[in-house]
């Protein structure tokens, strides 16, 4: 089995001889490069199983260098440890939201060093654990059918990376606590305890998304007969008002900080839809709108009742799509996954999609590449369907 690789990256030749004096009794194969750029253009020849990362250096310092690394799919899954000297909470939090996997304080301890290496490498041994069997499953689906087989090859690829990004967040808050906490004061337990919160409410997202999928997947393939959860869904006597969109609308733009981005213009009318499936049609497809378009650029809302049928328009001036990606748009399916804050499963368009079909609706995505995107959609106005 061949050694881990571990690449250093620091200014400083002297780092490093400490580190290689602390890890030499380990079992690793130890590189060393002097800046950010060489560390980013040695990664395929020294194909590293770990990354330390100082943070202070000059030109390209450590957060950009593991912003960089994180952006490239071939890479992002490898662990970064930050070296640091830095103490304030916001550097930390910063050095969290670029995609870094731990931190060690300078000046480094050998235990702690050895301990957070060893951690780092055990997670990334049970990613590429999952990652084999993922591969086992994509070739084990090529049996399938066209359909089923673009689904759970997507899935295959993406979600133990989804899954695996929150479950970092979680872990890298806690292990703080549990090795500083006897010093650490209330307020900064406090803002280790929100990195966790944070990550666990994103885990909790990501599951509730996929059953929201998998929920419409199975009552959109059952027969639709009396009593069948289908048909308890179509002839429910749950309504909405459309004017609610307006709220779920702004929720959504204040937790993106793109309240002023937002235009929404609704008429006030009743539809044959639940509120929690209005919310999730909503909910999802602003997602995306913020998500994929810059700040201080519009999303607009607009919402009419016309001949039985509500019709809404959500539209972003951002990234957009060719017309082959709105052609193979499915479940799990990503598209240009280029920056860090813009990973994501791709369920939020299909899980939108699914419940408008639910309802008997029209679903079409209209977009020019990098310049806008407009989602229409309809709905069945109440005691019309």
């Known amino acids: 089995m061949n050694k881990p690789s571990i690449l250093v990256v620091d200014d400083e030749p002297n780092n ?8 030499s009794n380990q079992d690793y194969q130890l590189h060393y490069v002097a800046s950010g750029k060489e560390a980013i253009t040695s990664l395929d020849l020294l194909q590293p199983h770990l ?15 593991c912003k960089e690394i ?9 662990p970064i440890i930050m070296a640091t000297a830095l103490t304030d909470k916001k550097d930390l939090a910063q050095a969290l939201f670029v995609g870094a996997d731990d931190f060690i304080s300078k000046p480094i301890n050998r235990l702690e060093l050895m301990a ?17 069997f993922s591969n086992l499953q994509r070739n084990t689906i090529a049996l399938l059918t066209d359909n089923l087989q673009a689904v759970r090859g997507n899935i295959a690829s993406s979600l133990p990376h989804e899954l695996n990004t929150p479950l970092c967040g979680i872990l890298s ?43 419409l997947e199975l009552v959109l393939t059952l027969p639709q007969e009396e009593g069948t959860a289908k048909d308890t869904a179509n002839k429910s006597n749950n309504s909405s008002r459309s004017i609610f969109i307006q709220d779920f609308a702004a929720t959504i733009a204040q937790e993106c900080h793109r309240l002023e981005d937002l235009v929404c213009q609704i008429e006030d009318v009743e539809l044959s839809v639940p509120s929690s499936h209005l919310q999730w049609i909503v909910n999802e497809l602003l997602e995306n709108a913020f998500k994929f378009s810059e700040l201080k650029t519009l999303v607009t809302v607009r919402g009419e009742g016309k001949d039985g049928m509500f019709h809404l328009w959500i539209s972003d001036r951002g990234r957009g799509m060719t ?13 240009e996954r280029q920056i860090y804050e813009q990973q994501g499963m791709g369920l939020g ?33 109440k005691n019309l369907i």
């Open 16 to 23: 490093f001889d400490v580190i290689e004096t602390f890890l």
């Open 51 to 65: 990354i330390l990362l100082d943070v202070m250096m000059p030109g390209m310092d450590g957060l950009q260098v």
């Open 70 to 78: 994180k952006a490239m799919p071939q890479w992002s899954n490898v």
């Open 116 to 132: 957070r290496v060893h951690s780092m490498l055990r997670i990334k041994n049970q990613y590429d654990r999952i990652q084999s």
């Open 173 to 215: 808050g806690i292990q703080f606590l549990i090795d500083g906490i006897d010093d650490m004061g209330s307020e900064e337990i406090h803002e280790w305890l929100d990195i966790s919160y944070q990550s666990a409410l994103r885990l909790e997202k990501l599951t509730q998304k996929f059953l929201n999928y998998l929920f």
């Open 323 to 335: 017309e082959t990606q709105i052609a193979t748009l499915g479940a799990f399916m990503q598209f």
């Open 349 to 381: 368009l299909k899980i939108a999609e699914k419940a408008v079909k639910l309802y008997g609706g029209r679903f079409l995505i209209t977009s020019i590449c990098n310049q806008e995107t407009t989602v229409y959609l309809t709905l069945p106005l």
